[in-house]
């Protein structure tokens, strides 16, 4: 187990030897004396803590909501800087879902979490409860991340799938950091406008230009742990300027950039998830930046007056 030290904070991280036999899930192993009021950052990936032990963490939310143990959030948990999380003595298995795969995976569309943070109890019933024995029960981390997975591949054998034209639209989203005109989407996959929103919001749990702000944020967001600076950032992010990022990231986090630079919950996934795929450095043309009124890439920089999607 590794050792990860960000200011204060100081946890035991560990990672699987081997990936997950199922496309979209990666996860990691934490263990945490003293977990002090961590800021959950918004990620582009339904989350399942699964923990175990003597310990146990709590989650602040919104409205003064609290919830302990196990639990499961859709996408972009933590918007507006609203969730904190502390404990003592925690131990868990974190896993990141694809929304692509979380329905089967989960019983449940990411929708019906609507990016609150729901008990796994509440989801899965007893099976929630047997899950966190047999994780403190197995003698090693390795065996720990075999069982989870062993889990996760049974319940997304047995899942509905999404639609396939709804997970190209995720990938393609995915795969282009977050610059991906989503008004091209339906077309490029033969689908209305309208239709590939309905399925794409009521299966992966936000629509699709949330999605595509969510993991643009989410590149520039770790750029910015990395220790770039925000006018490098928000050129080669696809941002209009360093005003257009430091609007996003407030809304998203409810800190400045330079706040989020230093959050232990970014600057982790080095070590936690260090093959991270929606995170990796990604250049663009200095052309590729989202208008600050509509958030359409392609429309602000080097475009006729009128020609922007935002302009009628």
Known sequence: MRTFVRGAATWGVECPQRPSR????TMAGFRVSD??????????????????GAGSSVLDCPAGRQQWG??????????????????????????RLSPVIARAILGASPADLDGAVVSLEDLWGREASRIREQLGDVPSWQDRFVLTD??????????PP????????WHRIVASRGLTRVDGLAAEVGWSRKRLWSRFRSQLGLPPKRAVKLVRFDNAAHRLVAGEGTAQVAADTGYADQSHLHRDVMAFTGATPATVAGEPFLAVDDIAWPTRGTTTMHHVSSGSVACRRCDDYRCERRRPPGSCSCAS
């Open 70 to 95: 196990s639990v499961v959030a859709g996408p972009g948990l933590g918007s507006g800087g609203a969730v904190r999380a502390w404990g003592k003595n925690v131990e868990c298995v974190q896993v």
């Open 162 to 169: 999404v639609d396939p034209e709804v997970a190209w639209a």
């Open 22 to 25: 199922v496309a979209g899930v």
């Open 150 to 159: 062993t889990l996760l591949a049974r319940r997304h054998e047995a899942g």
């Open 35 to 52: 977990l002090e009021a961590l800021r959950i950052v918004p990620h582009p990936a339904v989350t399942l803590l699964l923990e175990f």
